[in-house]
């Protein structure tokens, strides 16, 4: 069972930036492809980015690229997401997932394990 724990969710204001961190458990880590998706009030979760195990491959939600940048060091079993131009719209809980699988997907279902979310506020 892989543990993920976020960090670095806050409160900011529009233009600032935040980085988010996603530490995992298990050394698998390394083989695993890892994901950030993000939750508003009243919406479903969405997806925000995502990379492969190697780090050589990532995916970005259009709302988010060119402001956020996903990467990961699997020699600290950690995943980040750099975000920077931050808007009141990006205002979420934001998870950290991850999958057993090579593909690196941009949907909740394939993706095995979730960390408890950290909050993320952009004030206008």
């Known amino acids: 069972q892989v543990q993920l724990v976020e960090s670095g969710g806050g409160l900011v204001q529009a233009g600032d930036s935040l980085r988010l961190s996603c530490t995992a458990s298990e050394r698998t880590f390394s083989r695993m492809t890892m994901g950030w998706f993000r939750q508003a009030p009243g919406k479903e979760r969405e997806f925000v980015a995502a990379?492969?195990?190697?780090?050589?491959?990532?995916r970005y939600a259009d709302s988010v690229k060119g402001r956020f940048t996903i990467s990961r060091d699997n020699a600290k079993n950690t995943v980040y997401l750099q975000m920077n131009s931050l808007k009141p719209e990006d205002t979420a809980v934001y998870y950290c997932?991850?999958?057993?699988?090579?593909?690196?997907?941009?949907?909740?279902?394939?993706?095995?394990?979730w960390g408890q979310g950290t909050q993320v506020t952009v004030s206008s």
């Open positions: 997932a991850a999958d057993d699988s090579l593909v690196v997907h941009t949907t909740t279902l394939p993706y095995d394990y």
């Open positions: 990379i492969s195990w190697s780090g050589l491959y990532t």
